[in-house]
């Protein structure tokens, strides 16, 4: 099992900035080690489906979703088993609860079914 905790949600003006981060725990890094883990971000807004926003993994990189590429940024620290996704320039359109993702594996996952675990979300609110 894993584990997922976000942080650093908030109400943040539009054109501000905000970092969220994402621990994961769990016995089974000890047989697999978090670097095996595709890690993602969803955000889902009321009354909207939950999309994805950007994923990593260690050997083919970030993908980001357009809306956000050029504003987001995916980082990750595999010695702190940690994921950031710092937010710039964030609009009203980007408030939301938003969700950080895992699943073992070495391809890139860009839709929510293809992950199994998930944190409880955090909410994010951009507004003046």
């Known amino acids: 099992q894993v584990q997922l905790v976000e942080s650093g949600g908030g109400l943040v003006q539009p054109g501000g900035s905000l970092r969220l981060a994402c621990a994961a725990s769990g016995r089974t890094f000890s047989s697999y080690p978090f670097s095996s883990y595709v890690m993602g971000w969803f955000r889902q807004a009321p009354g909207k489906e939950r999309e994805f926003v950007a994923a990593n993994t260690w050997n083919t990189g970030t993908y980001y979703a357009d809306s956000v590429r050029g504003r987001f940024t995916f980082t990750r620290d595999n010695a702190k088993n940690t994921v950031y996704l710092q937010r710039n320039r964030l609009k009203p359109e980007d408030t939301a609860v938003y969700y950080c993702?895992?699943?073992?594996?070495?391809?890139?996952?860009?839709?929510?079914?293809?992950?199994?675990?998930w944190g409880q979300g955090t909410q994010v609110t951009v507004s003046s």
């Open positions: 993702a895992a699943v073992r594996q070495f391809r890139i996952a860009m839709q929510p079914n293809e992950y199994t675990y």
